[in-house]
């Protein structure tokens, strides 16, 4: 296992620069020692204080026995194992999925030329990007136009492909929101460009984003002569679960229909809404609704089959819109594309799915309703129970999750914590998290992660633990906390 | 359609110029021009002198109604929809599923926690990575670590996630055969390093690989003050289907021992072998062979899903190995993949199920075995009467397939044809293949699309077209042809 490193072409400090200076947290230190102690536990049981490692940190729901919907996976199945459809096995496969499943797969699968084995279109399927153009077009009530839509593998390469073309040079920045989810940032270094940060306004109630903070943001980069060319919003947010109201969206595109930013919008929680007075919108509609003086912005928004109640994170699908962008810019997007030949049609299929579900009549509608409600009414259970635990927990400030799948606790740190962090040259919310890992197998992301205001800590857990455990997650998160509070208050 | 072009903040000339210089041509002009015609066939059916649009421009098998390999699916499909196997399912798919396929599949569950919907480990699930390595052991007869291996979406990201991160600066060389895979090109455009072009040489047998042009190429590069790190070698070749000898394999590893390179070994096409007297070997068992001297050279070789009998592009599986590469930059790599979070799980159940298909004794052997060799012998076949018909073909010399799925033909063009080609601003094997394209419905791909040596002309075509097809397809390749220099002849 231990390889010589004298002689060696490949060293750390002759690689792109680029790579080496990126962090990507949600998947860093912590999660890496999540496997460790998973392989622990694998192989030595009973070595450790817990019986599994439980992630919350990252939006993962079916690792954490959340089960994806029936009609989803019927259809899937038939895709992928077209023999089902054959005529001699119809009398069976009958009582094994439902007659609207066996419809769709005959539509998919006509749909990509007879087999998803085949490399598609590099923009995805033009059938299922229409059904995407269908989706859009009824969910916002303005055209969306097939040509203009991307399908990816999940959400984070088709922000990856937008961003590597937007960088022209080292000097362009992309303004994104702090807390932020660390795609950005990771992506903004790899493709060597300025990450132009705007501070989201924490109070008790939620993470607010205020026009005044993007106004200073964008002038304190432009008085430092970064070039500052598009502004990326979350909504809802991540890790920070707010959901932005229709005024501050129109804020937003007016700010950057004067400043001259393309507006890049990571729409993925768009279902993950859990306040009937705040409900989500899409930039698009919003846009749109401003009438044509706004028409020529540039919007670029993204959506996953990873989130939603559809959770279907390992199939990589997903889809970007264009909205205002010249055609030959995305022919440029066409190009990187197609350098990677097509996203996986297994995450496409999910695509049309998600978008088209079972509808009112259908055989599998009273099922997949059934479903999806049971899924969301869970999320909502947990995230208000979740938060009501964190808020009881001494020195913890929890805001309620409006949306998304993430709670995002503010924790003050007893001096002996920091202290003690900075000895191990850590930051104390990583110390934090790290113990949590070691303690009790909960594994969660350290605010410093995901960037935040200086000299204030905190964690980012999803809610995604099953209702059935949620008690005991509670109590086994809330002794550890009374024992580190206590450890380091001394 | 028409979107105003003043006042964008997005244009071409501010886009990162990487992207903009990109080319790459399996996927651009003629594949373009070739959906194009598709949808006319669709819309007006009749309105063309073709029924169909065969593209013969991409290793695109399933496309060209190539079967996928039952087992394999059956496995799918199960994953995919486990309550199929329910005990109170099991007598209904025990009549459409064979029980090692049932096995299999529960294996796979159990290894994913569950669902195929969750994300996976960045590097792919663990078991099947195990499962990798186990093939490649089994294969070389060395040992081989699945902490070394990493599941990717098909090759090319794998290729792409290595050069970015080995790419330090603009003046980084990357030695790479021409003719050449477009993905390389293209990937170290986007990556801003050099490419230094090696000729692979061409006869009426084969384009062999030859060390005294490699030296050439090297130290024209370095004399012009490149970087020289890695050189890459696609066997069997790609566009060019040749199968480097053992002995040339010794000479490529003494070459890049010699002068510090980083060795890349495309090995997609390991399967893809038509000559008994030309068999395939791993550069990592070639270099295992040559003993201590050269254990630490630093290797990546690479695989795919897509190719061999398998034939799964569009789920995009495939995987990369390290050899001698120190742990410290399996962590950098580790860290790029983290940013897209996981490969897709379908594409990583196709990786497990090309590693280990049935074995002799299995209930599916018997169909899985002569499903692999009723492909294999049809490739075989379909290689050599494609390869007899081009050479029949006035002006067109085209050394027999000793591997992979393309012919590379070489082409004698009429004079006319060459200033007709000038006049249109192309090149002239591009001119040949589009007119091929509207007049016949055959998409190939121009030789200039690989690059070539100055001054000769060939096109790559797959073998893929179905053998039912194929005397048909020939007729027509063949009728164009005549009438191609006919008409530039005058």
Known sequence: MTIQRTDKVLQVSKL??????????????????????????????????????????????????????????????????????????????????????????????????????????????????????????????????????????????????????????????????????????????????????????????????????????????????????ALCVINPGNPTGQVLTEESMKDIIRFCHEEKLVLLADEVYQTNIYLSTLPFHSFKKVLKSLGPAYEGLELISFNSVSKGMVGECGRRGGYFECTGVSDDIIDMFYKVASVSLCPPVQGQVMVDLTVRPPKKGDPSYPEYRAEIDAIYESLKRRATKLAAAFNSLEGVICPPAQGAMYLFPRIVLPQGAIDAAQKAGKQPDALYCMEMLNATGVCMVPGSGFCQREGTWHFRSTFLPPENQLDSFIDSVAHFHNSFVKKYSN
């Open 16 to 229: 792109n620069p680029n790579v080496v200076n990126v962090e990507y947290a949600v998947r860093g230190e912590l999660a890496i020692r999540a496997e460790q102690l998973k392989e622990q536990l694998a192989s030595t049981p009973g070595s450790l204080p817990f019986k599994t490692i439980t992630n919350c940190n990252i939006g993962n729901p079916q690792q954490l026995e959340q089960k994806p919907i029936t009609f989803f996976r019927q259809v899937a199945s038939l895709v992928d194992y077209p023999d089902l459809l054959k005529p001699e096995n119809a009398q069976i496969t009958s009582q094994l999925f439902k007659p609207d499943a066996v419809d769709r797969a005959r539509t998919l699968l006509a749909a990509m030329g007879g087999s998803s084995g085949a490399y598609s279109h590099s923009k995805g399927i033009p059938l299922i990007r229409k059904h995407v153009a269908d989706f859009i077009e009824e969910r916002d009530g303005y055209p969306a136009n097939p040509e203009h839509i991307f399908l990816t593998a999940g959400a984070s390469p088709g922000v990856q492909l937008v961003l590597q073309t937007l960088i022209q040079n080292s000097n362009v920045g992309i303004m994104i929101p702090i807390p932020q989810y660390p795609l950005y940032t990771a992506s903004i270094a790899l493709f060597n460009g300025k990450a132009v940060p705007y501070y989201l306004d924490e109070s008790a109630e939620t993470f607010g984003l205020d026009i005044v903070e993007l106004k200073r943001s964008i002038q304190e980069a432009r008085n430092s002569g970064v070039d500052v060319r």
